[in-house]
Nanobody
Framework: QVHVEESGGGSVQAGGSLKLSCAAS???????VGWSRQTPGKEREEIAS????????RYSDSAKGRFTVSVDDAEKTVYLQMNSLTPEDTGMYSC??????????????????????WGRGTQVTVSS
């Protein structure tokens, strides 16, 4: 059983930044860590992923250029730095861990990685 826990959510004005953290109990087997969000009226969206060790990353179009995912191996923590936030970024942000898809050196988004372990999420609210 792998435990993941998010932190760092909060309220920020449009144009501001937040840095979310995802602490995991282990990275040995679950070398994919991904961030997704549930925004009001929309389906859950996978927005960023990182392959721990290789540090290869993937981003959704909505996150590209504004969000950066990174990892601290020693702390077993993955971060999501979010800049230039807009009210459309408001939602519940969750991280999840998974085994990498066979043969890949990255963790694909869009439902192509089977995320096995989820945190409870952290709320992000962006006001205009």
């Amino acid at each position: 059983q792998v435990h993941v826990e998010e932190s760092g959510g909060g309220s920020v004005q449009a144009g501001g930044s937040l840095k979310l953290s995802c602490a995991a109990s282990e990275f040995t087997a679950m070398r994919c860590v991904g961030w997704s969000r549930q925004t009001p009226g929309k389906e859950r969206e996978e927005i960023a992923s990182i392959y721990v060790g290789l540090r290869t990353t993937r981003y959704s179009d909505s996150a590209k250029g504004r969000f950066t995912v990174s990892v601290d191996d020693a702390e077993k923590t993955v971060y999501l730095q979010m800049n230039s936030l807009t009210p459309e970024d408001t939602g519940m942000y969750s991280c999840a861990a998974a085994r990498p898809p066979v043969g890949l050196t990255y963790c694909p988004l869009g439902g192509r990685t089977t995320w096995n372990y989820w945190g409870r999420g952290t709320q992000v609210t962006v006001s205009s």
